[in-house]
């Protein structure tokens, strides 16, 4: 097993982040209906950054040890660096190429999260 494989499954079998966070100021979820892939992310922002975050899934390998990887990653960023984010940023978290299929399962999680991003984007009032 190369070194990419080893810490996607240590992040499978051990996930950072899991689980959910008491008063979320976001959250949403994705779910791939061709693998049953889900994964649901919060998150806690202060002063535009994500102060706290957290997921929830099940699935495949790919898509929780992924789900686990960003959160660590994006605990700390701005919205605006987190809503930049995309496919060569995951692939480059996940240290290996993937196929199409495989890809989907990887992006689940950043969907979810940008999604909730642009969700409390849109409702929360502009600080000027």
């Known amino acids: 097993?190369?070194?990419?494989?080893a810490e996607l499954m240590d992040h499978y079998q051990y996930p950072r982040n899991?689980?959910?966070l008491e008063s979320a100021d976001f959250a949403s979820g994705e779910h791939n209906p061709s693998c049953g892939d889900s994964v649901a992310?919060?998150?806690?922002?202060h002063g535009m950054v994500v102060h706290k975050i957290?997921?929830?899934g099940k699935g495949c390998v790919i898509s929780q040890a992924t789900a686990s990887m960003l959160t660590?990653?994006?605990?700390?960023?701005?919205?605006k660096?987190?809503?930049?984010?995309?496919?060569?940023?995951v692939i480059s978290l996940v240290g290996m190429q993937l196929g199409p299929t495989r890809l989907k399962c990887a992006l689940l999680a950043l969907s979810a999260l940008k999604s909730g991003i642009i969700t409390y984007q849109a409702q929360s009032p502009r600080i000027l």
Not at 1 to 5: E, I
Not at 72 to 79: A, T
């Open 81 to 89: 660096e987190i809503l930049e984010l995309g496919s060569p940023q």
């Open 72 to 79: 660590e990653y994006c605990q700390g960023k701005s919205l």
């Open 1 to 5: 097993m190369n070194l990419y494989q």
């Open 41 to 45: 992310i919060e998150g806690m922002v």
């Open 54 to 56: 957290a997921f929830v």
């Open 18 to 20: 899991a689980g959910r």
